[in-house]
């Protein structure tokens, strides 16, 4: 069994963000981690071991490869020459990921933020994707309502690339609405996707796919916040390693800037008010991270 056959089995089997497994497989390799699993080397009733197991021991390799493919997907593993290097940098790498178009080098940045937003933060997401499109720079967001949407509405409307990283695997257009914009995504940039193709999203998802948001990008941009929302777990994991944080401040009455000005007041995140801003302050990151980093 090669390494894409052991971590496709592992893949549909573990969810990501998982340190226990993230370390069992950097500590003892992927075949390694299979065999014990197989084994029965784990103790029962630890980090899942016991569904884990079943659905290892009743999977395919070769059947999870084609369910991949039938989806117009590819699949890909640190070992593959696509792999974003960049996500090892996680203290949680995922085992793998599912690619629905294609990836590319160059400068990336993430915008985030509220799934309500205001006129004001939908029309500063969308101008920023734009603007970053028109420089050069990949927009990635997270496909959900409101500022991901606006984001990558902005990057395909100036004709750039946008990445979308899912909750759902790549065949589950969630939020439904959005069936038409990640067509229209998976033609130009990609979806990204840490589960297989046709599984739902769950709550505990969108937190995990946040790291990877973080990950890809030089920096992340947070246009519009709740005091308490997932987007300000995305900036903190960027932060966490070492990626560039940035907020939008907005009028002190509104409570979807609440976040933004909590992040701007702990010295979290620098404020920025254009994309030139933003790539300004992230070019120190650049300069030392080569593109091939962020393939």
């Not at 793998?96 to 993430?110: M, Q, R, T």
């Not at 606006?150 to 069936?179: F, K, M, Q």
């Not at 193709?197 to 990950?215: K, Q, S, T």
Request: hydrophobic share 40%; charged share 20%; aromatic share 6%.
């Amino acid at each position: 069994m090669n390494t894409t056959e052991t971590r496709v089995r592992l893949f549909a089997a573990i969810e990501g963000g998982s340190l226990f497994w993230s370390n069992e497989i950097a500590t003892i390799g992927a075949d390694l981690v299979l065999e014990k699993i197989i084994g029965n080397g784990y103790q029962a009733d630890k980090n899942s071991i016991g569904f884990i197991s079943r659905e290892i021991k009743n999977s395919n390799s070769q059947k999870l490869l084609a369910e991949i493919a039938a989806a117009g997907a590819s699949f890909i593993t640190p070992e593959s020459a696509e792999w974003p290097t960049s996500l090892n940098d996680l203290i949680a790498p995922p085992i793998a990921l599912v690619i629905k178009g294609s990836l590319n080098s160059g400068n990336k940045v993430s915008i985030v933020g509220t799934r309500n937003p205001s006129t004001y933060g939908a029309r500063v997401a969308s101008e920023f994707g734009a603007s970053f499109a028109d420089n050069g720079w990949t927009v990635i967001s997270g496909g959900a309502y409101g500022i991901d949407t606006a984001a990558h509405r902005g990057a395909l409307a100036g004709e750039g690339i946008t990445y979308a990283v899912l909750a759902s695997g790549v065949c589950i257009n969630y939020p439904a609405a959005n069936d038409r914009l990640f067509n229209e995504i998976s033609e130009s940039g990609a979806l990204l996707s840490e589960v297989m193709p046709n599984v739902r999203a769950r709550p505990e998802r969108f937190l995990a796919r946040n790291r990877l948001i973080a990950a890809l990008s030089l920096g992340t941009i947070v246009v519009e916040a709740a005091f308490r929302s997932g987007s300000l777990r995305t900036a903190r994991d960027a932060a966490e390693i070492y990626r560039t944080v940035m907020a939008i401040p907005g009028p002190i009455t509104s409570p979807t800037s609440d976040g933004c000005h909590r992040l701007i007041a702990e010295r979290c995140a620098e404020i920025v008010t254009s994309a030139n801003d933003a790539i300004e302050l992230m070019s120190p990151l650049a300069g030392t991270l080569s593109s091939d980093e962020f393939r």
